[in-house]
């Protein structure tokens, strides 16, 4: 399952993970006002969240990226050989 | 390069250029560009699903659709997904069954993203028209995929399975 981190000290509340989550993943929380991981079994890692995030406050871990080009693909064989 | 990672390049490259040509078309003659990349991908939809086994079950469907697209190597990974509240993963609605769906891995993004070009234009259109043609094959029935969120690592899609005698426009 993706894991959700929210760095609480780095969220400025704007709510913008919370209108653009298409699976409703996370809640707004009034007191704290910070937005927090409601529903994390429903994140299905498409990381709009984590590229709106104003404050790169939020961290996703155990999802599947997706495949790169395949022009990289020849260029990581090539890059190889220095590494 | 081995031969599969050559003949995946030129699939890549030739994405890329569909990419640009879509987004130009989109520019020249507007809404119309949706209705020309449907009908694309309804045909190769057809085409490539006329030998699969009828079915009535829609998992099942799915299944076989997942299989066309891995056994003619399209980079169209996606899946069934049923959220928390939901009890059933298929929805019986007024309109018919409904089902969640998240795409992975599609060419049609990557291709997209590598020059800067919107999601949910024709090209995106082309994916809905696939599933119309080969579900129409499989199932006998007519069917909507409207996007309801295009991420950058994945998209979420609502595949409607319509009753015979509705029609529910995308
Ligand atoms: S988008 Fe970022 S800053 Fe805004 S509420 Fe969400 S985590 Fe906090
Ligand atoms: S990655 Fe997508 S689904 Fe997951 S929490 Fe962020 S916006 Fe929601």
């Known amino acids: 399952m993706v894991e959700i981190q929210v760095h609480e000290d780095g969220c400025r ?23 927090v991981v409601r529903h994390q079994e429903d994140c299905i890692a498409c990381l709009s ?12 871990a155990n999802f599947h990226t997706v495949k790169n080009f395949y022009r ?12 | 390069m081995t031969e599969l990672a050559a003949t995946r390049a030129s699939l890549q490259e030739t994405m890329s250029f569909l990419g640009a040509i879509a987004s130009g078309i989109e520019e020249a003659i507007g809404e119309s560009a ?6 694309a991908g309804k045909r190769l939809g057809m085409k490539l699903s006329e030998k699969v086994e009828k079915t009535d079950d829609l998992l099942q469907a799915l299944e076989s659709v997942r299989r066309v697209l891995q056994e003619n190597s399209c980079l169209w990974h996606f899946e069934p997904f049923q959220m928390h509240d939901r009890p059933e993963m298929i929805e019986l609605t007024e309109s018919g069954e409904e089902v969640n769906l998240v795409f992975r891995d599609c060419m049609i993004r990557q291709s997209l993203f590598r020059f ?16 119309a043609g080969a579900l129409l094959n499989i199932m006998g029935r007519d069917s909507v995929l409207e996007i309801r969120h295009a991420g950058e690592n994945a998209c979420y899609k609502r595949l409607l399975i319509q009753k015979a005698g509705t029609k529910e426009v995308a």
């Open chain 1, 49 to 60: 969240c984590a590229y709106l995030c104003p404050s790169g406050a939020l961290a996703h």
């Open chain 1, 72 to 83: 990289d693909l020849a260029f990581c064989e090539k890059m190889e050989r220095f590494l």
């Open chain 2, 34 to 39: 949706n209705g020309i990349s449907y009908l």
């Open chain 2, 116 to 131: 800067g070009h919107q999601q949910k234009g024709s090209l995106c259109n082309m994916m809905f028209g696939f599933f």
């Open chain 1, 13 to 35: 509340g704007c709510r913008m993970c919370v209108d653009i989550c298409p699976t409703t993943v996370f809640e707004y929380d009034e007191e704290k006002r910070i937005c």
